[in-house]
C-alpha cells in the first residue's frame, strides 16, 4: 500500500467517524429548557399529559410546570422573562393589552396562541347559601376586580338579578387557592372555582350553584399564551410547543384511559369515580377545547364581557390572538 493510499484511506476513516461522531451528538443533543406557569385544578390535565406521556419530551422540550398565586404575579413573572409560556385566563390577556389589568407595562405582548377550555369551573357558595337571591347583601371573592373569571361571575350574577356595586361586595383574594380560602374562612360567600377543588369543597357541604360554562353560554376560558416578542425570536420553541399541547389535548379525548392514569396520579385521593365524573366533565360541553382552537365564539363572549365590566372597549380577536402558529402546525 503506497503512501498516498494510506493517507487517503486515514482520511476517510477520520472523516467517517466525525461524521458519526456528530451524529450521535446531534441524536442524544440536550433538550431545550422552557419553563411554564399556569393555576391549579384538572384543567391542567392535557399539560400533564405531555409532561408525563412525553409529548414536550418528543419535540425536545424539557418542560417545567410551576403554580402561580394570581394572575397579577403570573403577568409580571411572565413579562421579566421568567417563564417563557403559561396558561391564563383569556380574559387576563385582553384585560392587559388594553391597559385594564392589576398593573401597565410599557410593551405589554402576552398573546393567546391556543385555547385550553371554554369556562370549565363552577359557581360555588357557603353552606348557608341555597339560591342566588341569598347572596344579597354578600361578599364576591374575585382574582382581579376587573379581569380573569370575575367578568363571567357578574354576569351570572346579573342574569340572575343581582347588580355589581348594589347588591353584593367584592374582595380581590387572588387565583384558585385564594377564593377556596376565602369561602372557607367566611370573608365571601360565592366565588368561582374550578376542579376538583369544586367537588371537594362540595363534599365539605359546600354548595355548586351553577357550571358556569352552562351558565354563561360560549366563552373562550384559559388560553395558552406567550410574549409575541419571544415567540418570533424562538420560533422552533415555540413550534415545537404548539404541537406537543395540540397532541396531548387531543390524547385527552383519544385515549381515555391513559387520560385517566395522568388524571389520577397527578390528583392525590380522587377516586375512580370521581376521575371518571371529572373526566366527563372536561371532554363535556364547555370542557377542554378539541386541537387545543380557540373558540371564536368564546372569544367573542369575552370581549363583549369585557365592555360591560371592565371599562374598556375591546377591538378585533386578532389584538389579542395569534394563530399562525397552530395554522403552521395543522399544515404538516
Known amino acids: 500500500m503506497t503512501t498516498l493510499t494510506r493517507r487517503v484511506g486515514l482520511t476517510l476513516a477520520l472523516g467517517a467517524s466525525l461524521a458519526i461522531g456528530g451524529f450521535a ?3 442524544t443533543a440536550a433538550p ?3 419553563r411554564m406557569i399556569g393555576f391549579g385544578g384538572a ?7 405531555a409532561l408525563d406521556k412525553g409529548f414536550f419530551a418528543k419535540e425536545g422540550l424539557a418542560v417545567t410546570l410551576d403554580r402561580t398565586p394570581g ?6 413573572d411572565i413579562m421579566s422573562g421568567k417563564y417563557e409560556f403559561a396558561t391564563s385566563a383569556f380574559d387576563n390577556i385582553v384585560a392587559y393589552t388594553d391597559g385594564q389589568g392589576a398593573a401597565k407595562y410599557d410593551g405589554f405582548d402576552i398573546v393567546a396562541v391556543l385555547g385550553v377550555h371554554s369556562g370549565l369551573n363552577s359557581v360555588l357558595v357557603r353552606p348557608e347559601i341555597k339560591t342566588y337571591e341569598d347572596l344579597k347583601g354578600k361578599t364576591v371573592a374575585v382574582d382581579a376586580i376587573t ?4 367578568t363571567v361571575l357578574y354576569q351570572i350574577l346579573k342574569n340572575k338579578g343581582l347588580e355589581k356595586d348594589r347588591d353584593y361586595k367584592i374582595v380581590s383574594v387572588g387565583g384558585t387557592e385564594g377564593r377556596v380560602k376565602a369561602l372557607k374562612d367566611g370573608v365571601a360567600q360565592v366565588a368561582i ?7 371537594e369543597l362540595e363534599k365539605e357541604g359546600f354548595r355548586i350553584l351553577d357550571d358556569a360554562a352552562a351558565a354563561i353560554g360560549d366563552y373562550q376560558g384559559s388560553a395558552y399564551v406567550v410574549r409575541r416578542s419571544w415567540a418570533k425570536a424562538h420560533d422552533k420553541e415555540i413550534m415545537a410547543l404548539v404541537r406537543a399541547v395540540i397532541a396531548a389535548q387531543n390524547f385527552v379525548f383519544e385515549n381515555k384511559a391513559g387520560a385517566l392514569e395522568v388524571l389520577k396520579a397527578r390528583s392525590k385521593g380522587l377516586g375512580d369515580d370521581e376521575a371518571e365524573a371529572l373526566y ?6 364547555g370542557g377542554l377545547n378539541r386541537n387545543a382552537e380557540l373558540n371564536p365564539r368564546g372569544v367573542e363572549m369575552v370581549l363583549k364581557l369585557r365592555s360591560v365590566y371592565g371599562n374598556a372597549s375591546p377591538s378585533s380577536p386578532a389584538k389579542y390572538i395569534e394563530t399562525t402558529y397552530q395554522d403552521r402546525a395543522r399544515a404538516k
Open 25 to 27: 451528538q446531534a441524536q
Open 32 to 34: 431545550t429548557p422552557i
Open 43 to 49: 384543567t391542567n390535565l392535557p399539560v400533564w399529559v
Open 71 to 76: 394572575s397579577r404575579e403570573q403577568i409580571a
Open 147 to 150: 379581569s380573569g373569571y370575575a
Open 193 to 199: 372555582v374550578s376542579s376538583p377543588q369544586d367537588r
Open 280 to 285: 366527563g366533565r372536561l371532554t363535556g360541553p
